[in-house]
Structures are given as C-alpha cells and as structure tokens.
C-alpha cells in the first residue's frame, strides 16, 4: 500500500493564480480531510468528507473547493491565490464509523506552497 | 467552544533525560484524546490515543500519557529521551459537534547530545 499520496511536494504561485493540489488514498477509507499547517497555529481543517459525493467544510474553508467523486481522490483547489494562503497542506484519511472520525488519521507528505 | 492548549513551544532536554510534553483541553462531553507526531519534513503520524478505560495509555516506543479529567490534562512523558525522539509533537481531542480534530500548535522536542 502506498498510503497517502500527495502532488505536488512544492509549488510557488503568484497571486491570482489558481491550482489544484492532489490527494489519492489506496486503504478505501471513507474518510478524507484537508490541514493546513502554519508555524505556531498547529493544524487547521480546511474542508473533510466522510464518503464519496458528501464533503462539508472545516475551520478555515475560503478560497478552497473540494469535491469528492471516488473513495480514493480528494484534491483541494485553490481559487484564486493569495499570499495568506502560503502554507503546508496535509491531506489525511481514516476509516470512519457512522461519519463519525475514529480514532487514527492516515496523513501524507505534505505540499509546501508559496503564494507570492 | 472546545480549546487545546500545548503549554510549551518547545521543550529542550539531553539525551537519555526525562521529558514531560503538556497538553490541556477544555472540558467536553466526550473525550478522545491523541498525541500525533511529525519528524522532520514528514506528515503527522499516530503516537497513542485515550478513548476510554485505563487512563494510562502507551506508546510502542517508550512514551505515554495519562489521561487527567480533573486536570483536564493528557500530558506525553518519557522516561529517557534518544536523538531519534527529535520531533514536533501534537495533542488533539475529538470535538463533540461534528466529530472533528481539534489540535493544539504543537511542541517542538530538541535533544541536546
């Protein structure tokens, strides 16, 4: 199993540009979420779905979309970007039981981006 | 609304001393309580989790926490620190609402050789 997967490791943007960050899953968790992790601020939820087609929104959803049409990708896009939105974004997985998150998060590499 | 405070940023220790992480939260309904850690450059990874029962809960590598309600704490402790711990360490609990992550910012372990 290759776990979580996560494309790109690094990307730089300039303001206004938008793109895709890429999340794919081998385990069939139903449950996927997007993190966004800032120095000092630990990590933040940006959107989560708890199964194929249902995605809800976490603690800091604007400026991103999320969709979910398999079990096994979930990508994160960014509309139009802005240098606030320089980050690390871990997309992580997890079984879930009744929609409800269990007890361990599957997370993967990470994606280092600078908006510029 | 449900808080999780890390008291420290980072915590400097030697090698093969002890080492005490804290963690707090606010008082919930339920609680399910996690230490992830994150190596350098890597993702979060499961370190242990307080679900329910004995209230001390272990690691396979040598930490473990304990679960305070009264304190409201879940504090990480090892007894003997190795180069290899040298990582940032999460706290999180399981909010109530929506079954959500909380996460405290984290504590960085630096072992002095």
């Known amino acids: 199993n290759a776990g979580v997967t996560q494309t790109p490791k690094f990307q730089v943007l300039k303001t206004g540009q938008s793109m895709t960050l890429q999340c794919a899953q081998d385990?069939?968790?139903?449950?996927m979420s997007w993190y966004r992790q800032d120095p000092g601020m630990g990590l933040r939820l940006i959107h989560y779905?708890?199964?194929?087609?249902?995605?809800d929104q976490g603690e800091v959803p604007n400026g991103y979309n999320v969709s979910r049409s398999t079990t096994e990708d979930f990508p994160l896009r960014l509309l139009s970007a802005a240098p606030s939105q320089t980050s690390v974004y871990f997309c992580?997985?997890?079984?879930?039981?009744?929609?409800?998150?269990?007890?361990?998060?599957?997370f993967g590499p990470g994606t280092r981006l600078t908006v510029t | 609304a449900q808080s999780v405070t890390q008291l420290d940023s980072q915590v400097p220790v030697f090698e093969e001393a002890p080492v005490e992480l804290r963690c707090n939260y606010s008082?919930?309904?339920?609680?399910?309580l996690f230490w992830y850690v994150q190596y350098p450059n890597q993702g979060l990874q499961l370190l242990l989790k307080?679900?329910?029962?004995s209230t001390l809960v272990e690691s396979i590598n040598g930490f473990e926490a304990e679960f305070n309600k009264s304190q409201t704490s879940f504090h990480l402790r090892k007894p003997s620190v190795h180069i290899s711990d040298t990582a940032e360490y999460f706290c999180?609990?399981?909010?109530?609402?929506?079954?959500?992550?909380?996460w405290g910012a984290g504590t960085k372990l630096i072992i002095k050789p």
């Open positions: 992580a997985s997890s079984y879930s039981v009744s929609g409800q998150v269990p007890y361990e998060q599957y």
């Open positions: 385990m069939n968790h139903e449950y």
């Open positions: 779905s708890v199964g194929a087609g249902i995605t």
């Open positions: 008082s919930s309904v339920s609680v399910y």
């Open positions: 307080y679900l329910s029962g």
């Open positions: 999180a609990v399981r909010r109530d609402s929506n079954y959500q992550l909380i």
